[in-house]
């Protein structure tokens, strides 16, 4: 079993910078794509970016790219996502997803969120 412990959200204001971290544990964890999700009031969860297990590929969201920046620590099983220049459209319940194995990202694990509010 995966369990995925997001930390690091709160309220920031538009133009300022926020890093979530996300505590990873389990079986096999150091395998599989990390990555981030978000879901804002009313509308679907959508992806934001995911980093393989070798650290060397990523993909984001158009929404994220040149902003966001996604990165793993094997050692301590984390993933991280630096946030800057953030934007009020940023606002969302932001979640840690593990599964697969490539820069394609396929949730099997959750976390259970972190809110991310951004104020103008």
């Known amino acids: 079993q995966v369990q995925l412990v997001e930390s690091g959200g709160g309220l920031v204001q538009a133009g300022d910078s926020l890093t979530l971290s996300c505590a990873a544990s389990?079986?096999?964890?150091?395998?599989?794509?990390l990555g981030w999700f978000r879901q804002a009031p009313g509308k679907e969860r959508e992806f934001v970016a995911a980093?393989?297990?070798?650290?060397?590929?990523?993909r984001y969201a158009d929404s994220a790219k040149g902003r966001f920046t996604i990165s793993r620590d094997n050692a301590k099983n984390t993933v991280f996502l630096q946030m800057s220049a953030m934007k009020p459209e940023d606002t969302a319940v932001y979640y840690c997803?593990?599964?697969?194995?490539?820069?394609?990202?396929?949730?099997?694990?959750w976390g259970q969120g972190t809110q991310v509010t951004v104020s103008t």
């Open positions: 997803a593990a599964g697969g194995l490539t820069a394609t990202m396929n949730p099997r694990y």
């Open positions: 389990g079986r096999s964890i150091r395998v599989y794509t």
């Open positions: 980093v393989t297990w070798d650290r060397y590929n990523t």
